[in-house]
């Protein structure tokens, strides 16, 4: 059996600029701490202040664009009323002593139409999830064969993660994923 030094887990690392007081880094669980508009909840402030002892917190996934909801109460980085409730967990985490870095999503053919106004959810191609039910806001629901993303389309997604990019930092984020 061989052993190993717990201790170094415990201790402070850096990454270029980037320096954590321990090597203990919490993954990006999908809690669903958002409203029905995706702005992060009072809970959530509480939910990522509470985890502020790792040395590096990775939010949960987080929408670029309303075409990429595919979760009940999943927070987005698409608004500005969603930036501002980040910033408040993003000052929570921060004054807990951990970079806080944003995980960026787009559902894609893990959606439903339920999400979208009856509309298709959009995927690379036009193919079917494997699985029984996606759980959507009027309950379980089987998955469907999304709509193929046309090409004109793309630099619409692109600029989705840009742009959620971009309120992360404003936010105060350290960094996306």
């Known amino acids: 059996m061989q052993s190993t030094n717990v201790d170094a887990f415990f201790t402070p690392v850096s990454f270029g600029a980037l320096s954590l007081k321990n090597r203990v880094v919490m993954a990006p669980l999908t809690r669903s701490r958002a409203s029905a508009r995706g ?6 402030v509480e939910y990522y202040r509470q985890r502020a002892g790792a040395g590096l917190l ?6 670029v664009s309303t075409q990429g909801v595919g ?3 999943s927070p987005g980085l698409c608004t500005d009323a969603q930036r501002d409730g980040w ?3 993003v000052d929570a985490v921060h004054d807990g002593g951990a970079p806080f870095f944003a995980q960026l999503w787009h559902c894609g053919r893990a959606s439903h139409s339920s999400f979208h106004d009856g509309e298709l959810p ?9 699985g029984d039910y996606i759980h959507t806001p009027q309950g379980k629901q089987s998955y469907e064969t999304p ?26 984020f350290d960094g996306v994923e």
């Open 39 to 44: 702005v992060p909840a009072e809970y959530t």
């Open 58 to 63: 990775l939010s949960e996934a987080t929408v």
């Open 71 to 73: 979760w009940i109460d």
């Open 87 to 89: 910033k408040e967990v």
């Open 122 to 130: 959009v995927a690379p191609s036009a193919i079917r999830l494997n």
């Open 147 to 172: 709509r193929a993303l046309r090409a004109d389309e793309l630099a619409s997604v692109v600029e989705d993660y840009r742009s959620a990019g971009e309120r992360a930092k404003d936010a105060g």
